[in-house]
């Protein structure tokens, strides 16, 4: 089956641990990743992994995706650099296609307004309150949330933002494999390794 590419955020001091199990799996499956820098530069994440983006952000276009990966990373609070990323969140959930927001992103789109009306998660609620939006009522205390075309998590959940994404997708753990995939990896069940293999 032919699928768009998953196009993943990269900017300098990104959180590269928080989206590690959600882009190897969807690889694993037959998706392309690729990376969308603020321009061509290259990025540095937070453990130094250096990455040269496969696109500027200019050049992202929703109709050519399949999912926007947004992970955390330290510019989301120091300023507005990574503003343009919560932008094409607009621009990718006004055209349908899912987009996946972890830890300081979520502050990220909490600012661009995209929390305000949708149920969602993040590390601790008074830390999207201090972004002054206005979706305070929509936070729910749980490891991720999924609304509609929206996956949330906080920074300590790169597991289950996975599944909720595997999930939103719909074709990478058919049935019970992806309740099994979560099981194994962020359970350590050894139980759900017969199941996810059968």
Known sequence: MSRKPVHLAVYDAFADWE???????LARVG???????????PVASIGGLRVQPDLSLAELRPE??????LPG???WDTGDDLAPFAAAARAFLAAGVPVGAICGATAGLARE????????????????????YQGGERYEERDAVTDGDLVTAGPT????????????LGDVFPGEKLDAWYRLFHDSDPAAYETLNS
């Open 19 to 25: 989206t590690g199990h959600t882009t190897a799996w």
């Open 31 to 41: 998706y392309e990743i690729r990376t969308v820098g603020p321009s061509a530069a």
């Open 64 to 69: 050519d995706s399949s999912l926007l990966i």
């Open 73 to 75: 990373g330290d510019l």
């Open 113 to 132: 307004g995209l929390l305000d009306d949708r149920a969602h998660t993040s590390a601790v609620s008074y830390y999207l309150a201090a972004t002054g």
């Open 157 to 168: 959940e790169p597991v289950a933002f996975a599944r909720e994404i595997f999930g939103r």
